[in-house]
Structures are given as C-alpha cells and as structure tokens.
C-alpha cells in the first residue's frame, strides 16, 4: 500500500504574479480553501497517511495552513462558533502527517522530488502530486488517484497519469509514447517512453503527463545520476524514461477533469466550477453567474 506522498512546493510561481508576490501560490484560493488543500485532500481520500511538503523559505504559509492555530482555536471557541472550529480541525485528519523538507535551490522537478529522500527512503513506494493541477474527481465512486492505486497493487508498476491535450499544447508537458493501443479512462497501459517538453512537431503523441505519478523509491538512485535536461533543470520526466527501461511503467488514463492553476485562466475555470456546486455558496454563485451573463 502507498501510503506516503510528496508536495513539490518550493517553486516561486511567477506564473501567478502579481498574486503570488507575498503569499505562496499554492496558497491562492478556490472558492474558501487555498489550492494546496484541495490537493492535500486528494492524497487523503485516496488513503495517504504522511505527506512530505518539499518546500522554500519563503513558503511558511502553506505549513501554517496544515498547523493548529492554538489562538485561533480557542477565540472560535469561546465565541462558540463551533461549526468553524470543527472545519478548521477537520482540515486535515487527526491520523495523517505532514512533514516539511526544504528545497535549498530551484533546479527541477527532479531535484525537489529527490529533496524528499531522506523521509520516504529508497524501499517504499511513493506518490507525487504537483500542486498547480488540480484533479477533479467529482461524480467518481473513487479518484483517479486512488484509481492509479489500486492499477499500482494489481500490476506492480509505478503508474504516471495521462489525458490528451491538444497538439499545439504538447511543449508544455511530459509526453507519453505507449508501447501499444491507448487505455480507456480509468485503465493503464505499457509506457515506451515519455518526453519532457518536446519540441512543436516532435511529440510522440498527444498523451501529457498530469502531475500524478506512483513511483518506487529506487527512482531516487535514477535522480542522483540524472543529469539537466529540458529548461537546465533535472527533470523527474528524464529519471521516468530510464525508470521504464529498467522495470517498466504505466501510464493511468485518468478519468476526472484537471485544471491547472498555475496560471489566471485556469484558476477562474477551477472557480466556477468548485463554486456551482459549493453546498453553501453554490445557489448564490449560480444567480450571480446569470445576473452577471445577462450584464455587458
Ligand atoms: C511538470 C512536469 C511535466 C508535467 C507537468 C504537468 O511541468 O515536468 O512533465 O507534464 O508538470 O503539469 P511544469 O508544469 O512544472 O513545467
């Protein structure tokens, strides 16, 4: 069972300035909770029990976010709002950890995943969540990533979720090559490699990696020797490519929606979206959508 995950935190989203100037991105709220937890509840629903932040100086907010607030606590209390006090409690369970590592330079994905080292250690298997996607699994029986889970326990693989992306976007991802025919959602199949980055007109396919990945603790060995690739920095995709070779791979058709708020668009989409359905804000959102579609 995968019961740990890591966070790459660290990065300074200068996608997202101004707004992330003094707060962490990942701090930036969907609706009334900031990114971060949605993703920290992901990893939760799917059973993760410890989660290793890997993260910056300059990123406090988030590990304040998951930490009791004593005074806060007691002040609710006495004014008894209790309702909001057992939000604030339930923000993570009693049952799960959250640990904090420090990313001391930005030199990729790969770099910040194996920062991580020391907590999960080279024999356990481990999950990474990047925390710009937002993966949406509303309506599901489960999420994708318990999906991804549950494909890890049946094949012994290390699972790397996938969704097509269109053509003209493939320079912005991790692109799969697939050794045979494309799973339906919710399956996984052989990868033959996968590439970060490719250049316009050089993907292999239109299959993106989603920021969702199973892997062994035996990709921290592949990270030391992975040299710099796309971008100069030590990518996570290179270390996956010899992964492959070396014991195989496979990629998870997810089945949910993303939304990548590591940038403004994405970010409003996730909004509307988290906000419809919201069980108290929800009805309101949806008179002010239409008072609003109706207004120049
Ligand atoms: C990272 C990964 C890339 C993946 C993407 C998903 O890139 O390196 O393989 O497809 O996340 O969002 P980044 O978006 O951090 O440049």
Known sequence: MIRKAVL???GLGTRCLPASKAIPKEMITIVDKPVIQYVVEEAVAAGIKEIVLVTHSSKGAIEDHFDKHFELETTLEAKGKQELLEELRNIIPDDVKIISVRQPEALGLGHAVSCARPVIGDDEPFAVL???????????????????MKAYEDS???????????EEMTHKYGIVALKGDTPEAGHSAPMASVVEKPAAGEAPSTLAVIGRYLLPGSIFALLEKTQPGAGGEIQ????IDTLIAREGVQAFRMQGETYDCGHQLGYLEAILVFAKRHPKFGEGFQNLMQRYAVEE
């Open 8 to 10: 790459p935190v660290a």
């Open 130 to 148: 990047l925390p710009d996607v937002l993966v949406d699994g509303h309506g599901l029986a489960q999420n994708d990533l318990a999906g991804m």
């Open 236 to 239: 996570l995709t290179d270390a």
């Open 156 to 166: 012994g693989q290390s699972q790397i979720m996938v969704e097509n992306v269109p």
